[in-house]
């Protein structure tokens, strides 16, 4: 019998109407464990290749892993997969909350989703059943009121819905998916795929918890985790949230302010996270089972910018994308700003990231008040922020052309525009400079959704003065280099800690709890967690072959397309020195990125001139059937 999963993998055809359960054998579990590499194995087998991401030719696959549902920290996560409607390629973003293990214990492993409704449905999975439901009444809804109509439809409170939001159904490209009204598949636009597809949201509940191997050893884990977490490296997370790091990146001359273009932010403290916790905090929240209770919930009852504590509070990342980015410095603003991306289903990354562009065009006198609608967009404006994601949520004027996403809109506007974008691939970059942590540019390049923040540890962890060393020589990593360099070292440590975050987000595990550094439990206690639950004789071997089979499928998916080498570029902007602060003057080097791209290239066994896994790569991991695809 299988542990850990239900080996139940749920097909819901939109276009039919139909429901279909397939039960794969135990050996697809243990080659693709779950998450992103399960979710772009259907998308490879389901999806044509030139599909239209927002036609009803394109799959959206939403799967858990082996270990998602059991009770400790940092499992209860998801991965939505589909082709990106803001990038044309791979799209790929996580999630945690409760809906991840509500779904798993509503009996299945994965959703597998294809077609068109002919009108707007939601899905309800329980207890191993699922039916679509009429959703017509829950359009133009935003997310908490539709998460309560389905709840108080259903009959029970406890119902965890999964949904696309306002901004989804409009077909904004980095609409995202929303569970609980505050926790979001963020990146790649997969809102807007379930938008396309009549699907309004995904309900789930469920009493089915698969048995796992061995429940002493993962009680005895569960417990050890529980109790360090105050003595933890996570002790910070647990206080602050994501959000402790905004002062401590001001200072080292990494928070990108005023659209990238200064590396520190005078306003820093205004939107720190001991501001948060010391004024509009209200209390921490968790995902299921887990004791690091790192997300925030904030509440504004007074003033120009009061915010629902429904809809959570801001992480680091939109501190500053909605703030640093566009120079605001007003905490409660930039909380309304994260209440209303949330309320209409936006990523605040890509969100804030175009709305930072767009001030700099005005700002150079690209864009002016007959463009912009009458609004002042000039830095620091933040009634102009929150005006705009309104505007943006519901394609409204300005907003339509701002919901394309800025690499498009500058191909619209054109006047300069895209020399000021900060977009990999189409997409906005996260709030991590590659300037100041230079593995970051490599990694920005080659990663096969676009810049992403999460895909590799950044280069502190490997610092000779304040890295993870011990940690780094588990993996054979034992010449530490500083955050400012990029030689081929540093690209192998890039490499080897990608394939562990690759890993992770097969395994559905979270990255601020497991990890090669910056973690609560260590990578020989990520393998005990792995085999306590399945039974399996895992190794770390073997988990990071998964990591690296999930990342060429990711790039092969990509290959498909005709995408290759040539996407992995930066924006003019990365080049430019930076003005202020520790990082003034700095710059990444082009030279020495194109340099780390030949040795990564070699290193991983892709085509060095066209960047394309090789097909004997592929049958090294065991997927050769992705080449014949």
């Given amino acids: 019998m299988p542990y850990g999963y239900h080996g139940r993998i749920l097909h819901v055809d939109l276009t039919a109407g139909a429901v279909q359960v397939e039960e794969p054998p135990a050996k697809f579990y243990r080659q693709y464990f779950g998450g992103s590499a399960l979710g772009v194995y259907y998308l490879l087998k389901s999806t044509p290749a030139q599909a239209n991401p927002l036609g009803p030719e394109n799959t959206l696959v939403l799967a858990l892993s082996v270990l998602t549902g059991v009770p400790i920290s940092g499992q209860s996560r998801m991965t939505a997969v589909a082709k990106s409607p803001l990038t044309g390629m791979i799209g790929d973003t996580q999630c945690g909350g409760f809906w991840p293990a509500e779904l798993k214990f509503a009996g299945f492993d994965a959703l597998v989703i294809t077609g068109r409704a002919e009108n707007p449905v939601y899905l309800w999975v329980h207890d191993g059943e699922a039916a679509l439901h009429d959703a017509s009444h829950l359009t133009g809804k935003v997310t908490g009121e539709v998460q309560k109509t389905i709840c108080d439809e259903l009959g029970d409170r406890r119902v965890q819905v999964l949904q696309c939001g306002p901004a989804g159904e409009k077909g904004v490209r980095f609409a995202c998916l929303i569970n609980m009204c505050n926790r979001a598949n963020g990146r790649t636009g997969m809102g807007a795929v379930m938008g396309s597809k009549n699907l309004r949201a995904v309900a789930v509940r469920g009493s089915s918890r698969p048995e796992v191997a061995d429940e002493g050893a993962l009680r005895s884990l569960a417990k050890w985790g529980a109790d360090h977490v105050s003595d933890s490296v996570v002790a910070g997370l647990a206080l602050l949230g994501t959000s402790e790091i905004v002062s ?38 968790t995902c299921y089972g887990c004791a690091v209770r790192c997300k925030r919930v904030v509440e504004v009852t007074e003033g120009p910018f009061q915010v629902d504590p429904l809809y959570g509070g801001p992480e680091y990342e939109t501190l500053a994308a909605l703030g640093s980015y566009c120079g605001v410095d007003n905490l409660e603003a930039v909380a309304k700003a994260n209440e209303l991306c949330n309320a209409y289903g936006l990523d605040t990354i890509s969100c804030g990231g175009t709305i930072a562009w767009a ?53 619209v506007i054109g006047k300069g525009s895209e020399d000021l974008l900060t977009t990999v691939k189409k997409q906005e970059a996260p709030a991590h400079m590659p300037q100041v942590k230079r593995s970051l540019a490599l990694i920005y390049a080659v990663n096969p959704f676009g810049a992403d923040h999460q895909s590799h540890e950044h280069d502190p962890a490997y610092d000779p003065e304040e890295g993870y060393l011990e940690e780094m020589a588990e993996l054979g990593l034992l010449d530490p280099r500083p955050a400012d360099g990029l030689d081929s070292e540093k690209v192998r440590y890039s490499f080897y800690t990608q394939c562990i975050y690759s890993a992770l987000d097969s395994l559905n595990l979270c990255q601020f709890v497991y990890g090669p550094a910056w973690q609560l439990y260590g990578l020989d206690q990520m393998v005990e967690l792995v085999r306590s639950v399945t039974g399996w004789n895992v190794s770390l071997w073997e988990l990071m072959k998964l990591g690296e089979r999930r990342l060429n499928m990711l790039r092969a998916f990509n290959a498909r397309e005709g995408i290759g080498r040539e996407a992995d570029t930066l924006p003019k902007k990365f080049y430019e020195p930076l003005e202020g602060g520790a990082s003034d003057g700095v710059a990444v080097d082009e030279q020495e990125v194109q340099q780390a791209l030949e040795t990564y290239y070699a290193m991983v066994g892709w085509d060095v001139a066209t960047g394309i896994p090789s097909k004997e790569k592929l049958q090294e991991l065991g997927i050769g059937w992705v080449a014949d695809a």
């Avoid at 302010?257 to 921490?284: P, Y």
């Fill in 248 to 285: 401590p990146q001001h200072e080292a001359g990494g928070l990108p302010t005023h659209n990238w273009r200064s590396g520190v932010f005078e306003g820093h403290e205004a939107i720190s996270g001991q501001r948060m916790n010391d004024t509009i905090l209200k209390e921490r929240g």
């Fill in 359 to 411: 001030m700099e065009c005005f700002e150079q006198g690209i864009l002016t008040l007959d463009d912009t609608d009458g609004i002042d967009l000039r830095f620091g404006n933040a009634q102009a922020v929150v005006r705009l994601i309104e505007m943006i949520g519901r394609r409204e004027g300005f907003g339509d052309l701002l919901a394309e996403g800025s690499a498009r809109a500058a191909e």
